[in-house]
């Protein structure tokens, strides 16, 4: 009795070493995975509010053939010019290339501008363009042909 | 089975602990970087609430070349000026000069004038204008005449020359009675102006206004001098109502008759130097306007009397515009505005009374009225000013 007792002591005491192992593992699991998400969560708030760019056209004469948009970056962080989606008249334009003005940087710095050249031919009358950044700040211009 | 349960109740505790501890920071963490970011747009908001700026003046220089924008900080806060844009016409200006006061910066401060020079820049006349009229100013002028736009507007009125400034507030008046005595056309270009004195030489005034010398006067190849222009090589004078010649611009030495009457010229009247020679002419009363290349060569008329009617002067606008324009005087009321081959671009008629007699566009469109006065004319073409955060000025030039 007295061996078989520690014995079933001793099983006690691994299984419930065990399986407080494994519930405090899953917990651990998930509070990484939570902690993850608030950091990721945290750093996409801190990039969108440090992003601000403005389309900086003048409205009442955007060159046509081809459409040359002029958007500057007013925010404090550093965009990938590539991960700009630009809209015309409520289509997504793809066909566009960029340069960039303002420094020698291959990324779209603070303050300066890059230059959306769309090969269209804009027909008279009101136009909008839309510039949205890889994490959803966007700007409008409306504007007259 | 006490001792399990203790077990197991301190792993849950070293587990709570270090997990509550992980997320915590975590939290913090995040409330940090919100709470910075908070911040920096917080201070962005304030700057930009703080900034303001102003075009005060745009001005276009024929002699260099170039345009000159004025622009007020009128905010409360230091810019930076290297950070700033220019647009003229629309169109991104990648490369132009600053300076404050003559003083190279890049510290913009409250209440300084920064000046903006683009040299060769993109302006044209734009037919497509709501409101035209910038300014007329008819203080000083009682039946103002030729007129010659430099660094200055001077306008001959009678006997004397008012001068403008670019903006047409009146400077001052260039009165000289021994050596203007009946003057009747003028012309500034480079350090000097040009006054066609007595129908009979040319003489040359610096622009403040003193006499420098008779730099044209040669009767036996010009004995009736009618109207002249000039370019950086020659002074072209219609001479006797029926040819042109040339002097040399340096010592205003006859070089040649360049253009015989004939041909496609009659009378000529009036005459303005571009890419081409532009010669306002008449024929049995009615005016047309030919075109020379300039050595006085492939005349052809662009113009015909059908569009013209008592058309007194012609100017064509400087060499660093986009497009170059010719701008005609017609029916007395309106400018004609067309391009070099003739092809019409659009008339100005808004502001200006039915006495227009002269016109000259430089980086506006300046006309002497004898009604109205100087009367100035937007040409069309916008200019905007946009500083590190996205504050901006327009203006129409």
């Known amino acids: ?145 | 089975m006490g001792f399990s349960v203790s077990a197991t109740m301190a792993i849950f505790l070293a587990a709570f602990l270090i997990l509550f501890s992980i997320l915590y920071a975590s939290v913090t963490d995040a409330f940090d970087k919100v709470t910075v970011s908070l911040d920096e747009r917080y201070d962005d908001m304030s700057e930009r609430s703080q900034t303001q700026i102003s075009i005060i003046d745009v001005n276009y220089y024929r002699d260099t070349n170039d345009l000159e924008v004025l622009v007020q900080n009128t905010g409360s806060i230091a810019l930076e000026i290297s950070e700033s844009n220019l647009l003229v016409s629309g169109l991104f200006m990648s490369s132009f000069i600053t300076d404050i006061e003559g003083k190279t910066t890049d510290i913009w401060l409250p209440l300084e004038v920064l000046t903006i020079t683009v040299n060769d820049p993109l302006i044209d006349f734009d037919s497509d204008v709501g409101l035209r009229n910038l300014v007329a100013n008819d203080a000083q002028l009682s039946s103002p005449t030729s007129l010659s736009v430099g660094e200055c507007a001077y306008v001959l009125d009678g006997n004397s020359i008012d001068v403008f400034t670019l903006t047409g507030t009146f400077s001052f008046t260039i009165t000289d009675s021994a050596h203007m005595v009946a003057p009747s056309d003028i012309k500034v270009f480079g350090e000097y102006l040009y006054v066609l004195d007595e129908a009979s030489h040319i003489d040359r005034f610096d622009t403040d206004g003193n006499w420098v010398d008779v730099f044209v006067s040669d009767a036996t190849n010009a004995s009736t001098p009618v109207s002249f222009a000039i370019d950086s090589d020659y002074i072209y004078m219609i001479d006797n109502f029926d040819h042109i010649d040339r002097f040399n611009i340096s010592t205003g030495v006859f070089v040649d008759q360049l253009i015989a009457n004939g041909g496609t010229m009659t009378s000529p009247i009036d005459i303005t130097v571009g890419a081409y020679i532009f010669v306002l002419d008449n024929s049995s009363g009615s005016n047309h306007i030919d075109r020379y290349g300039l050595d006085g060569s492939e005349g052809a008329q662009i113009i015909g009397s059908g569009m013209l009617s008592s058309t007194t002067d012609i100017s064509v606008s400087a060499g660093g515009l986009d497009e170059r324009s010719l701008f005609i005087t017609n029916n007395s009321d309106e400018i004609l505005v067309a391009y070099e081959n003739g092809t019409m671009r659009g008339t100005i008629d808004e502001g200006l009374s039915d006495s227009v007699w002269g016109v000259d566009a430089t980086g506006k469109i300046f006309v002497s009225d004898s009604v109205n006065g100087l009367v100035i004319e937007r040409l069309g073409t916008s200019v905007k000013v946009v500083v590190e955060n996205g504050i901006s000025d327009i203006i129409m030039l």
């Not at chain 1, 061996?3 to 593992?25: C, K, P």
């Open chain 1, 1 to 145: 009795m007295g061996a078989s007792g520690a014995s079933t002591q001793l099983i006690f005491f691994v299984s419930a070493v065990i399986v407080a192992s494994a519930v405090v593992a899953a917990a651990a699991n998930s509070v990484y995975g939570i902690t993850s998400g608030i950091d990721q969560k945290s750093d996409n708030i801190q990039k969108e509010m440090l992003t601000e760019i403005s389309i900086i056209n003048d409205p009442t004469n955007v060159p046509n053939d081809p459409v040359r948009i002029y958007v500057k970056n007013l925010g404090n962080t550093v965009l990938n010019q590539n991960y700009i989606t630009v809209m015309l008249d409520g289509m997504v334009v793809t066909d566009y290339t960029l340069s960039l003005s303002g420094n020698t940087s291959s990324y779209w710095d603070p303050s300066s501008v890059i230059l959306i050249t769309i090969d269209q031919t804009l027909a008279s009358g009101d136009h909008t363009v839309t510039v949205t950044t890889e994490n959803g700040i966007m700007d409008r211009l409306s504007f007259r042909i």
